[in-house]
């Protein structure tokens, strides 16, 4: 058996392996050639201390041979003539039910709005340069969903880590690194996720399921209380008696049919609030406690950092924050702008962002109470289009300097930022009801006291960032994860309100799959 340490080193020890290994060799009263293997369990970064130390979990082989257990796919079955299931999106939530439902011996017939990741590149193309949002294809919709062009993190406040070792797993069977599995705070990056999407559609096609991209469902027929297929944007019928439900948090078309067939939901609270952007050495410098012109030197990554803060009996919390990232422009429609974040795999930009947003409560939702199940959905889409045209009308977005903002005061001017569609100066307290700016503005001064050099007017608040989790919840029955009224149809993911990221919606899309599976055998 390997001998297994818990250490804690400087973070230049960490990163070289020959210094490791003495490291470890002197520890363990042997020398570093009696070490014939040293395979890092988990690492973690502990900057609560000026000096910023490594935290590893280390197996030590020094008596025995060493011999790596490849991760490998499941068993995937040849489905081609199984029973069907209809999957509505390809996001994380959809593929993960594909794969399920194949590993188990159902056939997934995965139908997706949007394009396959390589022709989707060239809709995110037309967003940030010509200001032109396809309905069906853009950062939130196409194949794999709205994760694909994100930071690619992959971790949840889930407590069943059992579930989402077996996730991280399959992401490493479909070529991401390894590292995943022993990074605390794992990520992908975007430039590497596309070729792993393709690679799990490639999976799913080659064992009988079938992925139909620009195809957006309109309808979910429905006979007496049980689902018994959907219907295309272009007129086609397709028939399942089982549906899993994937569409995400942005499908509004989705939500509006489900009302107006008088398909229960309810409205869901959410957050909403900005993206922060600051200089990354910044953010390092208060997170290491480093020097902002010397930098965080060649062995930490570029740091991230996560806040919290009650104000005025609301949360306030930094969300899906990128480090060395970019600000994306998430719009799933025109006449509307949505702020997220992606980095690459290095996170090597010169620039931090996190979406900084308030809890919303349901009683906030009062003024839109005339849509019923939909007024948290209207609230958020009142918000996007105010700030489209508060800056022009196009996918620029309205900006301000974080001191300026505190203060009420008009940035003079907005220095040139990530978000490529660009910015317009606009005192953000125009965007949002009056609760969420005062929020907001005591927020930051908060952040500034607990992160010193947080509140600084070399930080950039692009607005909104509202698309944090879905608006509205489609019940299902705990047991069967079945619609409360419906048959047969799985609400699912993060759209349904039962996940939130990709790593959620990917346990979520596998559990309703095992559902779908065990009700088909009784
Ligand atoms: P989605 O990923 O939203 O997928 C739903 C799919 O359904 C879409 O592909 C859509 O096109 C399709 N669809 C919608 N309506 C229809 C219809 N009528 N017919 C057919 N298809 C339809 N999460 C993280 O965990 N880590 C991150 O780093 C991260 N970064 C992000 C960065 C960005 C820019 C964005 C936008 C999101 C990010 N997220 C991140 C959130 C994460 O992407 C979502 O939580 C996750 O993708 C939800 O998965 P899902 O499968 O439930 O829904």
């Known amino acids: 058996m390997p001998r297994e340490l818990q250490i804690q080193v400087a973070p230049e020890v960490a990163a070289q392996k020959p210094l490791l290994i003495s490291h470890v060799a002197k520890l363990m009263h042997i020398k570093p050639d009696e070490v014939r293997h040293l395979a890092i369990l988990k690492r973690s970064i502990d900057a609560r201390q000026r000096t910023v130390k490594v935290n590893l979990k280390v197996a030590v082989y020094y008596n025995e041979e060493f011999t790596e257990a490849p991760i490998t796919l499941p068993n995937y079955k040849n489905v081609n003539n199984s ?10 939530a959809g593929l993960f039910a594909a794969l399920q439902l194949i590993e188990l011996g159902m056939k997934p017939i995965v139908l997706e709005r949007g394009k396959d990741v390589q022709a989707r590149r060239r809709d995110l193309k037309a967003i940030n340069r010509d200001h032109i949002v396809n309905a069906d294809s853009n950062y939130c919709y196409g194949e794999g969903g709205a994760g694909t062009y994100s930071d ?38 975007t430039n590497k996720l596309p070729n792993i999407i393709k690679a799990m559609r490639e999976k799913i096609i080659e064992y009988g399921g079938e992925v139909i991209f620009n195809t957006r469902v309109t309808d979910i027929i429905v006979k007496n209380n049980t689902v018994a297929g959907v219907v295309t944007q272009h007129n ?15 499908a509004r078309d989705i939500f509006e049919l489900l009302d107006r067939k008088k398909i229960y939901i309810e409205a869901k609270p959410f957050a909403l609030g900005v993206r922060a952007e600051h200089p990354q050495n910044l953010i390092d410098s208060i997170q290491y406690s480093c020097d902002v012109t010397t930098g965080r030197g060649n062995y930490l990554p570029p740091s991230p950092y996560s806040i919290v803060k009650q104000v005025a009996g609301r949360g306030m919390y930094s969300f899906c924050m990128c480090p060395g990232g970019v600000i994306a422009p998430c719009a799933t429609s025109e006449g509307e702008v949505v702020t997220n974040g992606w980095s690459p795999s290095k996170r090597d930009q010169e620039t931090a962002n996190s979406g900084i947003v308030v809890e919303l409560k349901l009683e906030d939702f009062k003024p839109f109470e005339k849509f019923g199940a939909l007024a948290g959905m209207e609230f958020q889409k009142a918000i996007e289009q105010k700030a489209w045209h508060l800056a022009g009308k196009t996918q620029r977005v309205p900006a301000q300097r974080m001191v300026d903002f505190t203060q009420g005061k008009t940035s003079t001017d907005i220095p040139k930022t990530s978000y490529v569609p660009g910015t317009t100066s606009v005192e953000l307290g ?60 799985y609400p699912c993911g993060e759209g349904a309100g039962y996940a ?8 979520d899309g596998e559990k309703c799959a095992l559902k779908c599976v065990a009700t088909n055998l009784q």
């Open 430 to 489: 125009q965007v949002f009801p009056n609760f969420i700016t005062q929020t907001l503005r005591e927020g930051f001064i908060q952040f500034g006291k607990s992160m010193r050099g947080y509140l600084t007017n070399d930080a950039i608040l692009h607005a909104p960032e509202s698309r944090t989790s879905s608006p509205v919840r489609i019940p299902r029955d705990r047991e069967t994860l079945e619609h409360v009224q419906i048959k047969g149809l």
């Open 152 to 189: 690619g993190k992959l971790y949840t406040r889930s407590k069943k880590r059992g579930d989402v070792d077996r996730i991280l797993r399959l992401f490493v069977a479909f070529g991401a690194s390894p590292d995943i599995l022993v990074e605390a705070h794992p990520h992908i990056g």
């Open 236 to 250: 086609d019928t397709i028939n399942a008696n089982k549906i899993i439900l994937a569409t995400g948090h942005s």
């Open 500 to 507: 939130g990221g990709i790593i959620s919606a990917a346990i």
């Open 83 to 92: 029973q069907e299931v209809i999957i509505i999106g390809a996001g994380p």
